[in-house]
């Protein structure tokens, strides 16, 4: 609701197109705390840009709305690179972080999917999870978001009978999202060839760890037990009172009493 007034009080350039992408004074929003998994490893619960693009181009039925997801880099290419003919089937994720874009397009959707206002029962969340699409079958597919990264993302509404500048509109971009960078389930190693070997090294660690710590008991009890038997080998340094006798005599010819009384300590 309050992007249908944002976007009516605020549109101002409607219609103008001519190349300039009209800008709609909306920020794509993650759906809220509660919902589970609004950001994940790899993928991010967005809403729905539901009224967003609804009074622009009217007449364009066919004009789709897009999601970009770019990088840092890839925010200030597409601005660079949005008031010209995008081919948005090229600009896919493959090479989307590895080329020199940053940004790609992803879910593509008929503009009148987004019913407005929408028809969500009260407590339903109408989201758009982003990087849901496992396995990747299309060529814009919403492919998994890398773990960890950061992104930003914006809806954008596009015509596909231009060959002229066809971005006809966009929104903002949402904050910058930062994935979780926990331990993503899917890059640990399920190979059980591979695991075995892991495990392998582990118990040989464990195992050499394990006879060490013996070693070293059997040591001290050994050493214990020596102790015990060769008592009379030990107090007989006991008996030789002299080194006693030199520390008297020491501090009695050394009258300077806290230095000396120390290094006694
Ligand atoms: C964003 O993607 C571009 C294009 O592949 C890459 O060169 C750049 O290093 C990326 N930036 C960040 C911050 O990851």
Sequence with gaps: MKSLVQVVLLCIL???????????????????TRVEGRIT???????????????IETSCTTCKIWLIVANST????????????????ALSYKDAFTGPNGFYFTVKTERDFYVCPPTATPNEIL????????PCKTPNCNVPLPTGGTFRMKYVLVDPDLTTPNIVAETEYTQVIQ?????????????????TGGMIVITVILAILLFLLLAMF????????CRKFDQPDFSVPQ???????????????????????????
């Design 14 to 32: 409607c219609g103008a197109a001519n190349g300039v992408p009209t800008k709609v004074a909306y920020t794509p929003e993650i759906v809220p």
């Design 127 to 134: 989201a758009l999870r982003v990087g849901s699409e496992v």
């Design 41 to 55: 490893q790899t993928t991010v619960a967005l809403e729905q840009p539901r009224c967003v693009f609804d009074s």
């Design 218 to 225: 059997a040591a001290m009890l050994a050493f214990a037990c």
């Design 239 to 265: 008996t030789t009172s002299g080194s006693l006798r030199k520390y008297h005599t020491h501090s009695l010819h050394n009258p300077s009493g806290a230095i000396a009384q120390k290094a006694n300590m």
């Design 179 to 195: 994935l979780r960078s926990a331990t993503d389930p899917n890059s640990i190693d399920t190979n059980p060839g591979r695991r």
């Design 74 to 89: 890839g925010v200030t290419r597409f601005d660079q690179m949005k008031n010209d003919f995008l081919n948005t089937s």
